[in-house]
């Protein structure tokens, strides 16, 4: 299985950006993804899971700013972030079974 993420970009405080995840495998919809970010010289955060069910977890730091979604015939889970804060500012990972993406950055800044 490989995992490739995108959507990563420069955004401005309070502004919303839009990851994907996209499988090479049909693991959507039926294995939990999860969705981690990594600060250099902090230790990998996990931010979200999603399981088979759709039914999502979300640290306690991006709870009501940041959602999942999946689209398994496209093999995608979606990580939808608003109200972004220059804290969210992060190498964000999807990840599966210890599989990592290459990771796509993100930077909130004015």
Known sequence: VQLVESGGG???PGGSLRLSCVASERIVGIHVIAWFRE????A????????SDGNAVYADSVKGRFALSRDNLYRTVYLQMNSLKPEDTAVYYCEYAGIWGQGTQVTVSS
């Open 10 to 12: 420069l955004v401005q």
């Open 44 to 51: 990998r955060e996990m931010v979200g899971t999603i399981d």
């Open 39 to 42: 600060v250099p010289g902090k």
